[in-house]
């Protein structure tokens, strides 16, 4: 194996040159702000609604103080609590499974499917019961869920979906995007995100105007107006500092999209000879690859090996929910979830941010495709 490199790092992302690209029109927005103390629910946080709103083709955008809240609020929104079930993905961030445990509601966790590592859709039926009352699919890596199939199931069995769009912005199935497929689509603006603020912020999306409305109220205690509170509310408002970031990136959110999907083409390529399992993309879906995710055994050596000569891998997500200590007795289908179970242990995310050059997935495939030889050397394998 190799030893210590000098070679200049390859983070899993790289957040330092983008904001370097954008700083001088962000720190403008923000002192404009200053200059008009508009510090809460400035005017920058409805332009930004509006504009992301427009992104996601849907009529609706309230702006959250994280990606978090975002889930908490539009479960709230749809009066799911105590006595409900909520089906979702047995690999997510923990937030998806904690806001449904914020809301008074029990998770309810389904395998994935290891060709996208999406909700298994084909396994969700199995998991109603007469207390559910949504499905809370996650587009993990930035490739949609089978949301069609997941409407369908959703209607037959007259369910809402609350879309956990987190990883998915921009994401699409035959065009339509992430955040307009259910009832209420959740984002996270977590500044590692393919739209990332420069702290906490979210989002919620909708269609239905009723709850843009009980959503605008749940973030701001209850009220329309200052001091008349209507509804149990609460503090989760988006910042207008953050908004100011936000409004920022918006303009290149495209093309760093783009970028990604350019990258993730570069990593194919590159290891199309490896022997490691590289990310699948639906060919109805446009994949935008917040991460990606290949497959192997061996997972924590590569990742200690590929260290060792300054590139940086990260394990998204090292345990299914259903082994979460406020989770444990969560009912799992299948029981168990053994894929999730599986691929724990197998899944890596190699660096991948949209200011990657050819030269750098190059070395990381070079890198990865030295380790994997090497190991088989070392089992006999021809």
């Given at each position: ?62 702006g ?37 445990a914020?809301?008074g ?47 369908e ?15 998915g ?14 009832d ?34 749940l ?26 970031v ?29 022997n ?25 050596a590569?990742?200690?090996e590929l ?18 200590g ?8 299948p ?25 750098h ?22």
């Amino acid at each position: 194996m190799s030893t210590e490199t000098s070679l200049p790092a390859i983070p899993l992302v790289d957040l330092q040159t983008q904001s370097r690209a954008i700083k001088e029109d962000v720190l403008a927005r923000i002192g404009d702000v200053i200059d008009g103390a508009r510090y809460i629910l400035g005017s920058e946080v409805a332009e930004f609604e509006k504009q992301f709103a427009s992104y996601c083709n849907v009529d609706h955008c309230v702006g959250m103080a994280n990606g978090t809240e975002a889930l908490h609020m539009a479960l709230k929104a749809l009066e799911i609590g105590a006595g409900d079930e909520v089906i979702t993905a047995g690999n997510s961030f923990a937030a998806t499974a904690f806001a449904i445990a914020y809301s008074g509601a029990e998770a309810v966790f389904v395998d994935i499917d290891p060709f996208d590592f999406n909700i298994d859709a084909s396994l969700i039926e199995q998991a109603i019961t007469p207390r559910t009352k949504a499905i809370m699919p996650v587009h993990l890596y930035g490739q949609p869920a089978r949301m069609n199939e997941i409407r369908e199931i959703a209607r037959r069995h007259n369910l809402r979906i609350i879309e956990d769009s987190a990883q998915g912005h921009g994401g699409e199935i035959n065009g339509e995007r992430c955040g307009s497929f259910g009832d209420i689509g959740c984002f996270s603006f977590y500044p590692g995100k393919n739209l990332g603020a420069f702290g906490d912020g979210g989002a919620v999306t909708t269609n239905d105007p009723e709850l843009a409305e009980k959503l605008n109220l749940l973030r701001n205690y209850g009220q329309k107006q200052k001091n008349k509170h209507d509804t149990l509310g609460f503090n989760c408002r988006l910042d207008t500092v953050q908004a100011c970031v936000l409004l920022s990136k918006m303009r290149f959110i495209e093309e760093w999209t783009e970028n990604r999907r350019q990258v993730a083409d570069w990593y194919r390529e590159e290891l199309k000879d490896v022997n490691i399992a590289l990310p699948q993309a639906h060919e109805d879906c446009r994949h935008v690859y917040h991460l990606f995710v290949v497959r192997t055994p061996q997972r924590d050596a590569m990742i200690a090996e590929l260290a060792k000569q300054n590139i940086f891998c990260g394990v998204h997500y090292p345990h299914p929910l259903n082994t979460a200590g406020p989770f444990v007795t969560a009912p799992t289908f299948p029981q168990g979830l053994p894929v999730c179970t599986q691929l724990a242990g197998e899944i890596c995310s190699l660096p991948m941010y949209p200011e990657m050059t050819r030269e750098h997935v190059v070395r990381v495939a070079e890198a990865v495709g030295n380790f994997v030889a090497q190991q088989e050397s070392a089992s006999g394998v021809v």
